[in-house]
């Protein structure tokens, strides 16, 4: 990914891809970001000469709270990708403001009014497809002016200069005016996040258990976050704090297996450990190859080891570990065994997708029938209608051996050409999913709409 900038300033945004892993859903990302310097960040370019060059507002610009906008922008060569649009306000990020196709060149802003007044926003524009490798641009710098003031809250309980024992409970406190829903509430240390909570704000306080394996340090602080203005996030943040008498981090070691041994399909071993300070509970992750291959089970580390029904299809031959991963204080405990071999397995299912192929054009109320070829059938499988990273609907389960299952697409979705099913199968406790080419979609029915209108908000009931 190639950037242009007034200052010489750079940025890239790298993500690694995602994956189920038991229940879980794990992803990573890598953003490396240098400051603006004030400078108009507007252009972006990549090998492949696709290009987003953001052209309203303008740097200098001055907009007013409680009115609307288009964010514009212009392109080349931009394929199938997608736009997402992010307010930052003094180099922050305060609020994701929409997902469109990047050939609409413009996205409507409803600017809130109680947004708060500052020259020192910026937005944030960043394809998603086959612009690849991902990136993103920041504009420049423009006023919003004219803000109400925006609703209030104020820690009253602010720790400064207060040591905690680990293992003891504290109260956080806060007023609050004109918010309703909920806070989060995080604990920091040295400025970067170490663990968090959410509790009504109408609660007023929370009690904080201080774990005991946060670790002894004289540099804790609260940070306090709530939301306003359609995702726009303020923060509070508290003095600084200590936490002693802290307890090591828990540390995990296989006893069992303990390497070289040969595991049968359709056995029960047990799989054991030893544990320091052992605390809270640990998922247990099968992996051939350094690859995942299916999901044991979730126990509490102190229980020192958990059965291991091992799957028919988990797959045969050496180069088999097992990997524990928990999150304890915060801190992610890990540990992975020696190396072991399966065998006696059968095949794993497989699936190909059949129809739609892509590239068909389909009308709000038409049925589609969307089939595939099973190979070693063992499970259900879901179906998906998506558009981008964004699940559009959730058509339930089905056997995998059916093949088919026939689809209304609703009147209702907007026009599209990137649309495209998923299908989704678990196999050994990991999933699967296999993704169709896109196909477009032409609205029949209006978007629908809702309003709460009572109880108005503020109302005392």
Same mark, same amino acid.
């Given at each position: 990914?190639? /950037?242009?900038?007034?200052?010489?300033?750079?940025?890239?945004l790298?993500?690694v891809?995602k994956?189920w892993?038991? %229940?879980h859903?794990?992803? &990573?990302?890598?953003?490396?970001?240098?400051?603006? *310097?004030?400078? #108009?960040?507007?252009?972006?370019e990549?090998?492949?000469?696709?290009?987003?060059?953001?052209?309203?507002?303008?740097?200098g610009?001055?907009?007013?709270?409680?009115?609307?906008n288009?964010?514009t922008?212009?392109? /080349?060569?931009?394929?199938?990708?997608r736009?997402?649009?992010?307010?930052?306000?003094?180099?922050?990020?305060?609020?994701?403001l929409g997902?469109?196709?990047?050939?609409d060149? &413009?996205?409507?802003?409803?600017?809130c009014?109680?947004i708060?007044?500052?020259?020192?926003?910026?937005?944030?524009?960043v394809p998603y497809?086959?612009?690849n490798?991902?990136?993103?641009?920041?504009?420049?710098? *423009?006023?919003?002016?004219g803000?109400?003031?925006?609703p #209030?809250?104020t820690?009253?309980?602010?720790?400064? $200069?207060d040591?905690?024992?680990?293992g003891t409970?504290?109260t956080?406190?806060?007023?609050?005016?004109d918010?309703? $829903?909920s806070?989060?509430?995080?604990?920091?240390?040295?400025?970067?996040?170490?663990?968090?909570?959410? #509790?009504?704000?109408a609660?007023?306080? +929370?009690?904080?258990?201080?774990?005991?394996?946060?670790g002894?340090?004289d540099?804790?602080t609260?940070?306090?976050?709530?939301?306003?203005c359609?995702?726009?996030?303020?923060?509070?943040?508290?003095g600084?704090f200590?936490?002693?008498?802290?307890d090591?981090?828990?540390?995990?070691?296989?006893?069992?297996?303990?390497?070289?041994?040969?595991?049968?399909?359709?056995?029960?071993?047990?799989?054991?450990?030893?544990?320091?300070s052992?605390?809270?509970e640990?998922?247990?992750?099968?992996?051939k190859?350094?690859?995942?291959a299916?999901y044991?089970?979730?126990a509490?580390i102190?229980?020192? $080891?958990?059965?291991?029904?091992v799957?028919?299809?988990?797959g045969?031959g050496?180069g088999f570990?097992?990997h524990?991963?928990?999150?304890?204080? $915060?801190?992610l405990v890990?540990? /992975?065994s020696?190396? *072991?071999?399966?065998?006696?397995s059968?095949d794993?299912?497989?699936?190909?997708?059949?129809?739609?192929?892509?590239?068909?054009? +389909?009308?709000?109320?038409?049925?589609?029938s969307?089939t595939?070829?099973?190979?070693?059938?063992?499970?259900?499988?879901?179906?998906e209608?998506?558009q981008?990273?964004?699940?559009?609907?959730?058509f339930g389960?089905i056997?995998?051996a059916?093949?088919?299952m026939?689809?209304?697409v609703?009147?209702?979705l907007?026009?599209?050409? %990137?649309? +495209?099913?998923?299908?989704?199968?678990?196999?050994?406790g990991?999933?699967? +999913?296999?993704?169709?080419?896109?196909?477009?979609?032409?609205?029949?029915?209006?978007q629908?709409?809702l309003?709460? /209108?009572?109880?108005a908000?503020g109302?005392?009931l």
């Amino acid at each position: 990914m190639k /950037t242009s900038v007034g200052n010489s300033v750079t940025g890239l945004l790298l993500f690694v891809p995602k994956r189920w892993r038991g %229940d879980h859903f794990w992803a &990573r990302a890598v953003l490396i970001l240098v400051p603006l *310097f004030g400078a #108009t960040f507007l252009r972006a370019e990549t090998g492949n000469g696709c290009t987003l060059q953001l052209t309203s507002p303008s740097p200098g610009d001055v907009l007013l709270a409680g009115t609307s906008n288009e964010i514009t922008w212009d392109y /080349t060569n931009p394929g199938d990708n997608r736009v997402s649009v992010s307010l930052y306000r003094d180099g922050r990020s305060v609020a994701a403001l929409g997902l469109v196709p990047i050939t609409d060149g &413009r996205l409507s802003w409803d600017i809130c009014k109680t947004i708060g007044n500052d020259p020192g926003y910026q937005l944030r524009i960043v394809p998603y497809g086959s612009c690849n490798p991902i990136g993103g641009n920041l504009g420049g710098f *423009f006023e919003i002016g004219g803000s109400d003031p925006p609703p #209030t809250l104020t820690l009253t309980a602010l720790l400064q $200069g207060d040591v905690f024992e680990a293992g003891t409970t504290t109260t956080i406190q806060w007023n609050s005016s004109d918010l309703d $829903g909920s806070v989060g509430i995080w604990l920091m240390r040295g400025g970067e996040f170490v663990s968090g909570f959410g #509790t009504p704000v109408a609660e007023g306080s +929370f009690e904080l258990t201080i774990c005991r394996s946060y670790g002894d340090s004289d540099d804790y602080t609260i940070e306090i976050h709530d939301s306003n203005c359609s995702d726009t996030y303020f923060t509070r943040s508290s003095g600084e704090f200590a936490i002693v008498g802290s307890d090591p981090v828990p540390s995990m070691t296989f006893t069992m297996p303990l390497g070289g041994e040969t595991v049968v399909v359709g056995t029960s071993p047990m799989i054991t450990w030893d544990a320091a300070s052992p605390a809270g509970e640990v998922d247990v992750y099968l992996r051939k190859d350094g690859e995942d291959a299916g999901y044991v089970g979730r126990a509490p580390i102190v229980d020192g $080891g958990i059965p291991w029904p091992v799957c028919s299809a988990v797959g045969e031959g050496p180069g088999f570990t097992l990997h524990a991963a928990a999150k304890v204080c $915060g801190e992610l405990v890990e540990a /992975t065994s020696e190396q *072991f071999s399966v065998v006696h397995s059968s095949d794993a299912p497989a699936v190909t997708l059949t129809s739609p192929l892509g590239g068909e054009s +389909f009308v709000g109320g038409e049925i589609v029938s969307v089939t595939w070829i099973a190979s070693n059938p063992v499970e259900n499988i879901a179906v998906e209608l998506k558009q981008g990273y964004t699940t559009i609907a959730y058509f339930g389960q089905i056997e995998m051996a059916d093949g088919v299952m026939d689809l209304p697409v609703c009147g209702a979705l907007a026009d599209g050409n %990137d649309y +495209f099913v998923r299908l989704s199968w678990r196999t050994c406790g990991i999933w699967n +999913f296999v993704d169709g080419e896109p196909f477009s979609v032409t609205r029949t029915l209006a978007q629908p709409s809702l309003e709460v /209108t009572s109880p108005a908000r503020g109302a005392v009931l």
